[in-house]
């Protein structure tokens, strides 16, 4: 408890438009089970991601192939706030429910993007490990509106994986 308590302290702040993304700085990324913050200068294909206030994601499913750098480019199409988390359904669960106790909190990963009414932001991501993941929104009460989306991370080895 005590040290939620001192990690929500440290963070606190309103999801504003003070978040910027620092330089792509390789030394620092930080391997997830979904895959690693991808280097801008090497990626092989741009994906749209639109939010709107409808409380979902377009397109809802992402198809990559394992080893694929992606830029997604999030557009927020609604009239309040909204972001987008890659993740594991467990992470993204995790993170929703400390979304709840402390709604206001701030905080910046390579793998997220909070992006303000009518506006737009990039998360460039290297999806290194084949599975299923997913993406949403954690603003208290989006995620449980259904806020959600998967990403399939097809292997590299398996030549008719999008066919």
Known sequence: M???LLFASSVVQAHDDAHTKP??????????EFG????????HRTIKLIMNDDMRFTP?????KEGETVKLVVKNKGKMMHEV????MASLQQHAAMMHKYPTMAHEAPYMAHVKPGGIQEIVWTFNRPGHFDFACLIPGHFEAGMVGKIEVGEKNRRNYFN
């Not at 330089?23 to 997830?32: H, I, P, V």
């Not at 809802?60 to 990559?64: E, G």
């Open 23 to 32: 330089a792509f700085d390789a030394s620092k990324a930080e391997q997830k």
């Open 60 to 64: 809802t499913r992402i198809k990559v």
């Open 85 to 88: 988390v890659l993740g594991t």
């Open 36 to 43: 690693i913050a991808g280097d801008p200068a090497r990626v």
């Open 2 to 4: 005590l040290a939620a």
